[in-house]
């Protein structure tokens, strides 16, 4: 008989990840709890597009009309040289076949994904407890006994499994002492800001080509009057950070005054972090997402390759838990690590084109579907 003082799973990290895993647990009838060290929900685009194999995840977990209302399809590029632009499809556009349902990456910012998610949770029962963060955690032979941080002083859970899915800086990663294997170009940054921005046409995604590949990009974010805005920064360079600097750093590259940032719901500045951690498991302890890969953000792979580590590790933690052998879990890391180190690679050659406005950059097709 289960004691009910302890969970089956305690996940660190609200984000998609831990979501998609959360729910995924949450259906099977497995004990659940994720706690989350933000105060609230994340509020930012940052991460855009679902992939094909993502939405059949998603229709899975029951979150795929949310995900379909909330989005919509790539628009067509346009670069912007001077008075000339240049039309460019970066998708090409399918029907819909019974092996492949979803044969088009959506984009949808990513707040609207975790509100997607974090719905069907509570559907499900369950609750984000925010302003909880891990501190240490102890693995025992059939248990891990963690620690957090919370406004109201120090907590302990007692669970049978410990996830991590704390983005890339994870907790949970470090305490393990996996190694994060890989490189971050702190002289590569690029300030993305969702702001409501008007004058711009919202039927293309807009490119700025500049020397050295310091482009700015603005990519309608679907039903709200945000662009997200990418302005890659020089080496040296102080990024703005309040809206007039900001806007009259976008006017000094486009140089059309009918643009008018009005306000700005969240920004941040992006290195290219390219790392993979050397294991996702030990013990009773996994990390899934970006806490195991970090990549850069082309071809929208970081966010769906951490679903589906999420949907990946759901089934057989809850097989586990129900008598299975211990060893299936030996197949997540498995079965997971080698994708994630190809999706690496692949972001990070398109990335690079990028920069140089490499029409095979640009374009996006098979290879970023995880099909």
């Not at 302890?285 to 792979?301: E, L, S």
């Not at 999420?310 to 997971?336: C, H, I, M, S």
């Amino acid at each position: 008989m289960k004691d009910p003082g302890i969970t089956d799973v305690l996940i660190a990290g609200a984000g998609p990840t831990g979501t998609a895993l959360a729910i995924d647990l949450a259906r099977r009838g497995i004990s659940v709890r994720m706690i989350e060290r933000s105060a609230q929900a994340f509020g930012g685009s940052r991460a855009k597009g679902v992939q094909p194999r993502s939405m059949e995840v998603f229709e899975d977990l029951g979150v795929v009309q949310d995900i379909l209302r909330e989005g919509s399809l790539y628009p067509k590029m346009g670069i912007h040289l001077g008075p000339v632009t240049i039309p460019l499809r970066m998708f090409s556009h399918s029907e819909a076949s019974d092996a492949v349902p979803y044969p088009n990456t959506w984009l949808i910012p990513q707040f609207r994904i975790d509100g997607a998610l974090h719905e069907a949770f509570e559907r499900l029962g369950g609750s984000i407890e925010f302003r909880k963060e891990l501190q240490s955690f102890t693995q025992e032979q059939d248990r891990v006994v963690c620690e957090l941080a919370t406004p109201h002083g120090p907590q302990r859970i007692t669970a049978r499994y410990l996830v991590g899915a704390d983005g890339g800086s994870s907790a949970v990663r470090k305490q393990l002492g996996l190694d994060f294997i890989g490189s971050t170009d702190e002289e590569d940054r690029i300030l993305i800001v969702d702001a409501a921005t008007s004058g711009l046409a919202r039927d293309r995604w807009h490119i700025w080509p500049g020397a050295k590949g310091r482009f700015i990009g603005a990519c309608p974010l679907p039903h709200s009057e945000m662009f997200q805005w990418m302005i890659r920064l020089s080496a040296q360079e102080t990024p703005p950070s309040a809206l007039p600097a900001i806007a009259e750093r976008i006017q000094s590259r486009i140089r059309n005054p009918r643009v008018q940032l009005n306000s700005i719901q969240w920004q941040s500045v992006f290195r290219p972090n390219i790392r993979l951690a050397e294991g996702y498991r030990r013990g009773r302890v996994f990390i899934a997402g970006d806490a195991a890969h970090v990549h850069t953000p082309a071809g929208a792979q970081g966010l769906n390759t951490g679903i589906q580590d999420a949907y990946n590790l759901g089934w057989k933690l809850a097989q586990v838990l129900a008598g299975a052998p211990q060893e299936l879990l030996d197949t997540y890391q498995a079965e997971r690590l080698p994708i994630a180190a190809g999706v690496l690679g692949l972001s990070t050659r398109k990335y690079e084109g990028i920069a140089k406005l490499d029409p095979s950059s640009l374009r996006r097709g098979k290879d970023e579907h995880q099909l």
